[in-house]
Nanobody, 123 residues
Framework: QVQLAESGGGVVQAGGSLRVSCAASGRTVLIYAMGWFRQAPGKEREFIAAITKSGGITYYADSMKGRFTISRDNAKNTVYLQMNSLTPEDTAVYYC????????????????WGQGTQVTVSS
């Protein structure tokens, strides 16, 4: 099994930046790729970005390109999401997920999920 733990959420003013982290533990050898999603109240879970573990290949939702950056530190089994120029529309719970087969935009294909971290952007 793989355990994922997000951290770094909080309250930030519009226009500010925030970096959230996701630490993986357990049988991390099972992980091929990791992704970030978010879910705002009353909305569906939304794909943000994904990154492969060894190749460092990244994928982004078109709407996230330019403001959000996914990266990883394999020595720490940690994936990061750097978020810049935040707006109140970015307020959501941010989740990381791990997949054993591919980097994908489809939430249902991910095998493991963290509990999420709340990001609130104030106007």
């Amino acid at each position: 099994q793989v355990q994922l733990a997000e951290s770094g959420g909080g309250v930030v003013q519009a226009g500010g930046s925030l970096r959230v982290s996701c630490a993986a533990s357990g049988r991390t050898v099972l992980i091929y790729a990791m992704g970030w999603f978010r879910q705002a109240p009353g909305k569906e879970r939304e794909f943000i970005a994904a990154i492969t573990k060894s190749g460092g290949i990244t994928y982004y939702a078109d709407s996230m390109k330019g403001r959000f950056t996914i990266s990883r530190d394999n020595a720490k089994n940690t994936v990061y999401l750097q978020m810049n120029s935040l707006t109140p529309e970015d307020t959501a719970v941010y989740y990381c997920a791990a997949d054993g087969v591919r980097a994908t935009m489809r939430a249902h294909e991910y095998d493991y999920w963290g509990q999420g971290t709340q990001v609130t952007v104030s106007s």
